[in-house]
């Protein structure tokens, strides 16, 4: 069975510091990864996807995250957050056919000016 | 530009009412799904479909129903709202035939049972 944790509800960071989300799974087979962005009152917006290539993903506006299978983690990096990252993240765990998707509970972020 | 939309955006309801939420996808994608989204449990999954005709139960399908008789629209049905479907729900949409598990979403419809 997949399961994944997003280890922290909300995050708090100012402007320019880095931001780390971290993000469990489990999976009994090779899953896909995914995080999503959600602005206020809009859909949730792909951000990047791990499928068995490179451990490091890069993903859209600066974002990257490292899937580490010996610590079953894909945590969410980026250098510098800027007040446009105010949003929410979700992790996501997927079969390889797409055919069952399971979301993490999500981290609101707070950005500081 | 493809889209996938919902509407209404925005829906006030009373208890025991049928209730159907709109969704739309222009991509020509052959699933299409629908998830309610609440606080600290992320988005869940009500139902799917995998193409025309077919329709399938999710985690959280008790008092929902679903019918796909084109590949752009996936209706959801409340048979009979009830309180403990307050709540913001999203369709998404993929490409099965890339085997891109990449799901696109609605901007969501917030509804309210009163």
């Known amino acids: 069975a997949q399961s994944v944790t997003q280890l922290d509800s909300h995050v708090s960071v100012s402007e320019g510091t880095p931001v780390l989300l971290r993000c469990n799974y489990s999976?009994?087979?090779?899953?896909?990864l995914f995080w999503y962005v959600q602005h206020p009152n809009k859909g949730l917006q792909l951000l990047l996807k791990?499928?068995?290539?490179?451990?490091l993903v890069k993903g859209i506006n600066g974002f990257e995250a490292e899937f580490k299978k010996s610590e079953t983690s894909f945590h969410l990096t980026k250098p510098s957050a800027h007040m446009s990252d105010a949003a929410e993240y979700f992790c996501?765990?997927?079969?390889?056919?797409?055919?069952?998707?399971?979301f993490g509970a999500g981290t609101r972020l707070f950005v500081k000016a | 530009d493809a889209e996938i939309t919902q509407s209404p955006r925005h829906k006030i309801t009373e208890t025991g009412r049928q209730v159907t939420l709109a969704c739309h996808q222009t991509?020509?994608?052959?699933?299409m799904f629908w998830y309610r989204q609440d606080l600290g449990h992320g988005l869940r999954l009500i139902h799917y479909?995998?193409?025309?005709?077919?329709?399938n139960k999710g985690e959280v399908s008790d008092g929902y129903s679903v019918s796909r008789s084109n590949t752009e629209d996936l209706p959801l049905t409340l048979e009979s709202a009830a309180s403990s479907q307050t709540s913001v729900y999203f369709c998404?949409?993929?490409?099965?035939?890339?085997?891109?598990?990449?799901?696109?979403f609605g901007s969501g419809t917030q509804l309210s049972v009163l």
């Open positions: 998404a949409s993929s490409d099965q035939r890339t085997s891109n598990e990449k799901l696109f």
């Open positions: 999976s009994s087979y090779s899953p896909s």
């Open positions: 791990y499928t068995s290539a490179a451990t």
């Open positions: 996501v765990v997927s079969d390889q056919g797409g055919f069952k998707t399971i």
């Open positions: 991509w020509n994608h052959n699933n």
């Open positions: 479909s995998y193409g025309v005709q077919d329709t």
